[in-house]
């Protein structure tokens, strides 16, 4: 989840105050922010949270974003993209500086969330900054060493565009149950050995787990890519109750 509004949150969850202890660069456009907090009782893969910031006359912005760290991990990392029309997210990745604080709220969601212990095989498709909350996973799935089967594709406008390119490579190079796969959908370089396209029912048709594995499926991105691909997998047999999707965007509830 990438800026969404936030809306209704359970009462029980409630804000706390949250310091940046650091800052690293993942594309031009994104970075991802390493959270100290004190009391900071863990999350499940999939979660998000909500970020508030106050400004000094008072005020306040509020959107949500996805977990981008494993579960386990004793700091909170979030990864934001840059949005040239946002109030937060050009704060978060370019202004902020280390020990500077924000307001979190969660962690929120327990739906689209995915444990070891569910089992497999996992099939995860992203788009763009889809890919944090995938990328939960791919953590949580390598930091308890699990064997499960799990197949992930990713999509990105360029090369430079693809969040997390060196740890996947790394991950995928080391655990032959990881199958990494991506596709440009604006310009590739030369010796791509990847897709080059938007994802369709013929690149579904190769990657995803046959419909009688019954895979469990995790869809994140924009709203339009998110209905596509769900569509495509759906028409290709696989039971809609075990795709678990999330978007944002302009339909998505509102991004920053």
């Known amino acids: 989840m990438q800026g969404t509004e936030a809306f209704r949150r359970p009462p029980s969850i409630r804000w706390r105050t949250a310091a940046l202890l650091g800052r690293v660069t993942e594309t031009s456009s994104a970075a991802t922010l390493e ?12 979660q998000h949270v909500d970020v508030r910031l106050t400004a000094e006359d008072g005020y306040q912005a509020q959107r949500s974003y996805s977990i981008a760290s494993a579960p386990g991990e004793p700091r909170l990392r979030i990864t934001v993209e ?4 946002g ?13 500077d604080v924000m307001e979190v709220r969660g962690p929120i969601g327990g739906w ?6 569910d089992g497999g095989p996992l099939l995860l498709i992203g788009g763009g900054s889809g890919l944090v909350p995938l990328m939960s996973m791919v953590r949580h799935r390598s930091t308890t060493g699990s064997d499960l089967p799990a197949r992930l594709l990713l999509s990105a406008k360029t090369e430079a565009d693809i969040l997390y390119r060196d740890e996947l490579d790394e991950l995928a190079d080391r655990d032959p149950g990881l199958d990494v796969r991506a596709t440009l959908t604006r310009s590739a370089p030369q010796g791509w ?41 759906v028409d290709l ?6 795709i678990r999707a999330e978007r944002f965007g302009p339909t998505g509830g509102g991004s920053t």
């Open 87 to 99: 109030e937060v997210s050009p704060y978060l990745v370019e202004v902020m500086e280390p020990g």
């Open 193 to 233: 050995d990847g897709y080059d396209r938007r994802v369709d029912r013929e690149m579904l048709e190769e990657i995803a787990w046959p419909p009688q594995r019954h895979a469990h499926t995790f869809v994140c991105g924009p709203t339009g890519f998110v209905e596509t691909v769900a569509e495509a997998l």
């Open 35 to 46: 959270l100290d907090l004190a009391d900071w009782s863990g999350h499940t893969a999939g």
């Open 82 to 85: 840059r949005l040239e029309d």
């Open 237 to 242: 047999g696989h039971d809609p109750e075990r």
């Open 112 to 117: 689209f969330v995915w444990r070891t212990r």
